[in-house]
């Protein structure tokens, strides 16, 4: 299974990547993690957020693999525990698609893009910087499974 992360923003700094790498690179071939960037609009004072979104939207789109299963991580989602996350996973290891996993940027996702969806996932009620979503995403996935393939990792 290749399990996409795509997220709007770029130009993260160093130890996001690393971050982000020690996980992706733990997990086995088969649950292949791939970070796709989406360069976020340009925003000023007198932005059109609307249309930055909506143009956001359209580069996620583009992007998504076809017949893909895809969740949108958002505020409002499924809040899960870790061992919830495990089956999620494996439910959608099951489905034989590959797994999208989309993050909209700063003013949140294109309502096109939300509507492409199956699921929705929250990671907390909390807000998370965008580059520490990425380092959480790739590491409850490794935790995920972990906990599937009764690994160490998760005690």
């Known amino acids: ?12 700094p160093s130890w996001v990547k690393t971050g982000y790498d020690d996980y992706a690179k733990r997990l086995p071939r088969d649950y292949e993690l791939l970070l796709k960037e989406i360069a976020p609009g340009v925003r000023g004072k007198n932005c059109d ?9 359209e580069r996620m789109s583009a992007v998504i693999p076809l017949g893909s299963f895809i969740v949108a991580l958002e505020l409002s ?5 870790t061992p919830e996350l495990a089956v999620s996973l494996k439910r959608w290891q099951e489905t ?5 996993l989309l993050v909209g940027g700063p003013d949140g996702m294109a309502d096109s893009v939300r509507a492409k969806a199956s699921e929705s996932w929250s ?9 520490l979503v990425r380092i959480i995403v790739a590491e409850q996935l490794y ?13």
Do not use: C
Not at 49 to 57: F, H, K, P, T
Not at 77 to 81: D, E, H, P, Q, S
Not at 143 to 155: D, F, G, T
């Open 49 to 57: 957020l609307a249309r930055i979104i909506r143009d956001e939207g």
């Open 1 to 12: 299974m290749q399990i996409h992360l795509i997220s709007v923003g770029n130009r993260m």
């Open 123 to 131: 990671l907390s009620p909390l807000t998370f910087p965008h580059p």
């Open 96 to 100: 034989g698609k590959t797994v999208v």
């Open 77 to 81: 989602g499924k809040t899960m525990t």
């Open 143 to 155: 935790r995920a499974w972990s906990i599937l393939h009764n690994h160490p990792y998760h005690r």
